[in-house]
């Protein structure tokens, strides 16, 4: 069997992981693989090649993908699709890997449901906002980048006696916001998914740190946060409580370095488990991990409604802060 694997969407720390894992266990089992790159957006004009089990030599370590990616909304049109199936055909290509999030498994099923490609997913993007998995490649790696991030901010804040908005990604879910902010020891946070009072209560959180002596905050906020982003709030704090505060935003540096060895290990065993699933027949399916175990969900089930973090992170974030 000839398999194709591509990275699709965001970036994710365990990508890498992920492909070699893919082209070895093909290897062991007598497959070939070929890469596409690019992403859909190198489906659709044919842009991929062999990829031999050498290709993949130093890439565990390697963060962002070695086979590139991109977004490629023409993808979601159905003519772009039938053409990408004839690219798959005219190269001998019978199933298709998909390391991505969200949209990348979106798509993936409505492929194979209209044009019989058998798909596998392989859950590749920092937000972890996936259903039926707990874990997604790149959440730990994103989420100790943060962390680390934070502990340094800290140090400044204390010196200073100030308060630091620190904006994370995350895109629509609060799910790295949440742990980012429990991790570091965030005063509070701001995120999608948080009430709809949630500004209000930060100012009263604040101010009530404030009289029991508490000179230094930080306050972990969301990019996709409904009060906004993170310049924006800092902008309504310094309006209406005219506060002392700085705003820092990460941004990109938490998709990008060296995969933690927890998305070395899940990027490993996901890719290898993806090669052999389709070599016994299985298709239509995306793996990830629930209470420590590896599990497979079918590929419909990424219409579902994302996870939200568990409120009880949230009321925990506020005691500890104290």
Known sequence: MRLGVLTSGGDAPGMNAAIRAVVRQADALGHEVWGIYRGYQGLLVGDMAPLPSRACANILQRGGTMLHTARCAEFYEAEPRARAAGKLREAGIEALVVI???????????????????????????????????????????????????DRIRDTASSHGRLFLVEVMGRSSGMLAV????????????????????????????????LRGKRSSI?????????????????????????????????????????????????????????????????????????????????????????????????????LAR
């Open 100 to 150: 991505g999030g969200d949209g990348s498994f979106r798509a993936a099923e409505t492929f194979q449901r209209e044009h019989g490609v058998a798909c596998a997913g392989i859950p590749g993007t920092i937000d972890n906002d996936l259903s039926g998995t707990e874990r997604t490649l790149g959440f730990d790696t994103a989420l100790n980048t943060a962390v680390e991030a934070i």
């Open 219 to 319: 306050v972990v906020v969301a990019e996709g946060d409904t009060v906004g982003r993170a310049m924006a709030v800092g902008e309504r704090l310094k309006r209406d409580h005219a506060l002392d505060l700085r705003v820092v935003v990460l941004g990109h540096i938490q998709r990008g370095g060296s995969p933690s060895a927890m998305d070395r290990i899940w990027g490993s065993r996901w890719g290898a488990e993806a090669v052999r699933r389709l070599d016994c027949g299985e298709s239509g399916f995306y793996l990830g991990e629930v209470a420590g175990a590896l599990v497979a969900q079918p590929l419909s089930r990424i219409l579902e409604p994302q996870p939200v973090p568990p409120g009880d992170l949230g009321r925990l974030i506020a005691i």
């Open 179 to 210: 742990h980012t902010a429990l991790a570091c020891g965030a005063e509070a946070v701001l995120y999608p998914e948080s009430p709809d009072d949630s500004y209000e209560a930060l100012v009263t959180r604040l101010n009530a740190n404030w």
